[in-house]
């Protein structure tokens, strides 16, 4: 497809990248010569220096002929107005990052205005994914399918406990549940291993488990994790991402902090969050956190807007907080991550990469064949694991055939099924079915229609191993 991205910046970035590697024809444009050229010539896409809101210059990107226009820049109005002239001058298309909370309640009215396909929030999705984190603390990273009724939990397997040394059957025989271990990252390299009956899980792994809500509880518990959601609260930085975190935390009556060292910022958070303790200090001062209580506090989140500063002060917040703190670190740039691995930061928290999921999945559901379509996407470890949803419809290959006479790529599972407010976690003799949510979990990347889960030169059969 031919796409035009407006704004260089840490979403479009990543947007241009990951959409030029999947074999997308893309254009960028953005005002700053330095990031056009960065882009440029870290990918493979054109890029040009000029205003995503000019007519002229988006008609020389070619938006006449251009199947979508992703507008990612800093500015909301300047996003929407990109979208309104690549729609009347292409009829592409478009989707607007729309970040101010002014615009956050009225972004369906804005959508259905303006013909827009999707805007998107980063900061308010990476919002809420730290709150369903606070609110299940044990896991490293929840991601739901099926509209909220399926979940996929990743967390580490703690030294010692029901987990550690045991192979997926031996925990079968002692943890029964409808539960599907669908994924495991092991060592240095976070190398990615879809297991079967008789893999051995050991301290440290970090695994990825499918299963109803209701289910992936029941099953943490049982091998000794916590599950009971966090009392109170610290967040550092007062930024959007802040706010829509602790309204959502407070509507929850979870106690929260919040600490920003800028004083019109704490005035505009006290007005609009009054049930929250705003601080007006330096954070990086552990006076000013040991005063405001991080010696009581089951979680702490940092969210200031350097890298640095969240990594430092979560690393000291692991030794100051209550055993077992909760801790969510944003980290932006990409070339840290085989630093911050070693860090035991807790759950990372990088706002461009959900962005850039969301757009993604759009644009693969764009793509699709006859016979299901791409409805939810997550990256379970960067470039090596993705599990995707897919709703089967008519014409599909896979409908009516049980799941140990398709002939699946190796590196393939399929994890989960849905159907009729039914979770079903799949055996061999399962037959998917018309309006399915099938979830799929692949080291394989780039698949955009169930069908391509397929390979006619492999023997029939299924991997994973149901708990």
């Known amino acids: 497809m031919k796409i035009i991205v407006v704004g260089c910046g840490k979403v479009g970035s990543a947007l241009a990248r990951q959409l030029s590697e999947e074999g997308h024809d893309v254009s960028v444009v953005d005002k700053n010569q330095q990031v056009v050229n960065e882009v440029s010539s870290s990918c493979d896409v054109l890029g040009i220096v000029g205003n995503g809101g000019s007519y002229s210059v988006q008609k020389d990107l070619g938006v006449e002929d251009a199947d979508l226009m992703i507008a990612a820049s800093d500015s909301d109005e300047l996003n929407l107005l990109c979208c309104l002239i690549a729609k009347k001058a292409g009829d592409c298309n478009t989707i607007a990052r729309v970040r101010n909370p002014i615009y956050n309640s009225e972004v369906g009215f804005i959508r259905e205005e303006l013909g827009l396909s999707l805007t998107v929030n980063p900061e308010y999705a990476a919002a809420m994914e730290a709150s369903r984190l606070l609110k299940f603390p044990s896991a490293i990273k929840i991601e739901t399918f099926a509209r909220g009724h399926v979940e996929l939990l990743k967390f580490a397997v703690p030294t010692g406990s029901a987990l550690d040394g045991r192979t997926l059957a031996e925990i079968s025989k002692n943890i029964k549940g409808d539960v599907l271990v669908c994924a495991v990252e092991r060592g240095a390299n976070h190398d990615v291993t879809i297991p079967g009956g008789d893999f051995r899980l050991e301290a440290g792994d970090t695994i990825s488990i499918v299963a109803g809500a209701k289910s992936a509880r029941a099953f943490v518990e049982k091998v000794g994790l916590k599950t009971r959601r966090v009392t109170n609260c610290m967040i550092i930085g007062g930024g959007t991402i802040a706010y829509y975190l602790a309204k959502n935390l407070l509507e929850s009556h979870i106690n929260v902090t919040v600490i920003d060292k800028d004083p019109a910022r704490c005035d505009v958070l006290s007005e609009d969050l009054p049930g929250a303790n705003i601080i007006c200090g330096d954070a990086a001062n552990q006076n000013v956190l040991l005063e405001e209580g991080i010696g009581q506090m089951e979680s702490f989140v940092s969210l200031t807007g350097m890298d640095e500063e969240?990594?430092?002060?979560?690393?000291?917040?692991?030794?100051?907080?209550?055993?077992?703190?909760?801790?969510?670190?944003?980290?932006?740039?990409?070339?840290?991550?085989?630093?911050?691995?070693?860090?035991?930061?807790?759950?990372?928290?990088?706002?461009?990469?959900?962005?850039?999921?969301?757009?993604?999945?759009?644009?693969?559901?764009?793509?699709?064949?006859?016979?299901?379509?791409?409805?939810?996407?997550?990256?379970?470890?960067?470039?090596?694991?993705?599990?995707?949803?897919?709703?089967?419809?008519?014409?599909?290959?896979?409908?009516?055939?049980?799941?140990?006479?398709?002939?699946?790529?190796?590196?393939?599972?399929?994890?989960?099924?849905?159907?009729?407010?039914?979770?079903?976690?799949?055996?061999?003799?399962?037959?998917?079915?018309?309006?399915?949510?099938?979830?799929?979990?692949?080291?394989?990347?780039?698949?955009?229609?169930?069908?391509?889960?397929?390979?006619?030169?492999?023997?029939?059969?299924?991997?994973?191993?149901?708990?």
Do not use: W
């Open 310 to 467: 969240n990594i430092f002060l979560s690393l000291y917040a692991r030794k100051a907080a209550v055993k077992d703190v909760k801790l969510i670190t944003k980290v932006n740039r990409i070339n840290y991550d085989d630093i911050i691995d070693e860090m035991n930061l807790g759950s990372i928290l990088n706002p461009q990469h959900i962005a850039a999921e969301y757009i993604v999945r759009y644009v693969r559901a764009m793509e699709n064949s006859i016979g299901s379509n791409v409805e939810t996407l997550y990256n379970i470890i960067e470039g090596k694991a993705e599990a995707l949803e897919f709703l089967i419809q008519i014409g599909s290959p896979v409908i009516g055939i049980p799941l140990i006479d398709l002939p699946i790529k190796k590196g393939v599972l399929i994890a989960c099924i849905y159907r009729n407010r039914q979770i079903i976690i799949p055996n061999g003799h399962t037959m998917i079915e018309v309006d399915d949510r099938v979830i799929v979990v692949t080291t394989l990347m780039g698949f955009q229609d169930i069908r391509d889960i397929l390979d006619e030169e492999m023997p029939a059969g299924i991997q994973g191993f149901q708990v």
